[in-house]
């Protein structure tokens, strides 16, 4: 065991990184089938809502407001989901058309469209101790203007696809995120002290969350055989450049929050809310969106694109958590 410990303080292994390799491992080996599938489901419904009641919960009232009256960082963010990531992927489409089959180009299109997580982006911003509350209003204002706004620049950027809003992904979002938040801050005057002296519940909500949402992703992409239409060299191909577009959003949303002054807590808001691409908005939409396509090959690249988003971000969370006493900006920091 003590020879274990030396090589692990040695290679320095991000223990949850390790718990995000396993629940892939466990999804590749057993994944879930049947009347399984449902259970995960359900699984995934309750991690979310309980996560976002405890935030509810947590988060002070006039810590909301200033996340929502932080117009500068909500600008920035965005202006990252909707500006930078379209024409990321207007200029890979531009690039890669004709090199790699049509509905894989139309789905990297698509990925870029689409609006940022809610669940994961929070969840990661509080593990690197930034702004959750200015999180939490980016995420949840970003999905819900996504269900309007996805539609329309895929009707205009991908001709084939066909228009369509879709009423109930905005139901599933109020249903499953507002829902609790609002229980949450309704219960606030109860368990709210309680729960800011036992942080270490809401920090294994927000892991375990995490890794729900994993399983239950890799597990329907298993069950779907998605991971069987393409050969490995392409699929290898198709995440190198998940990889790429998420490195180069991560530095230019981390440069532009530096050089605009943003504190640092604000600055993790900005990177995680601003990198991410939302899975369970995004296959929804596309089966809506593509009607008669290989939906399959469509969202294969944000399948990847969501592992990806998931190993990078806890890696890059992790980093954040660990630095000293955080930058202090002249704007004062929000409270929980």
């Known amino acids: 065991m003590a020879f274990l410990s030396t090589i692990h303080s040695r290679l320095r292994v991000d223990p949850y990184l390790l718990l995000l390799i396993g629940t892939v491992a466990l999804a590749a080996l057993l994944p879930a089938t049947g009347s399984a ?24 009232p006039e810590a909301i407001w200033a ?7 909500q600008s920035l963010i965005f202006a990252s989901t909707y500006v930078l990531f379209p024409i990321i992927g207007i200029v890979m489409a531009l690039i890669l058309r004709g090199h790699l089959p049509n509905d894989i180009v139309t789905g990297l299109l698509f990925l870029c469209l689409l609006p940022s997580t809610v669940q994961s982006s929070i969840a990661f911003t509080s593990i690197a101790r930034g702004n959750v509350p200015g999180a939490l209003c980016s995420a949840s204002l970003s999905n819900m203007l996504g269900v309007f706004l996805t539609p329309i620049l895929v009707s205009q950027l991908l001709p084939a696809a066909s228009g369509g809003f879709s009423l109930k992904a905005l139901e599933d979002i109020a249903l499953q995120i507002l829902l609790p938040f609002i229980i949450g801050q309704v219960l606030r005057p109860w368990i709210g002290e309680w729960l800011t002296r036992h942080a ?98 469509i969202v294969l690249p944000l399948m990847l694109f969501h592992q990806a988003q998931l190993f990078v971000c806890a890696t890059l969370a992790r980093r954040y958590a660990r630095r000293g006493t955080l930058t202090v900006s002249p704007r004062p920091a929000v409270a929980l």
């Open 37 to 60: 599938t449902g259970v995960v489901d359900l699984a995934v419904n309750l991690a979310v809502a309980l996560l976002f009641l405890l935030y509810g919960a947590r988060l002070k």
């Open 67 to 73: 996340g929502l009256s932080h117009w500068r960082l």
């Open 200 to 297: 270490l519940l809401t920090s294994i909500v927000d892991r375990g969350s995490v890794l729900v949402v994993v399983y239950a992703a890799f597990s329907a992409g298993m069950v779907a055989g998605i991971w069987h239409q393409l050969s490995p060299e392409s699929i290898a191909v198709v995440l190198l450049i998940n990889l790429a577009v998420l490195a180069l959003v991560i530095v230019v949303t981390t440069w532009a929050s530096r050089a605009l002054a943003f504190s640092k807590e604000d600055e993790i808001a900005i990177v995680f809310c601003g990198s991410k691409k939302s899975m369970a908005g995004g296959i929804p939409m596309a089966a809506i969106l593509f009607p008669g396509h290989a939906i399959g090959l």
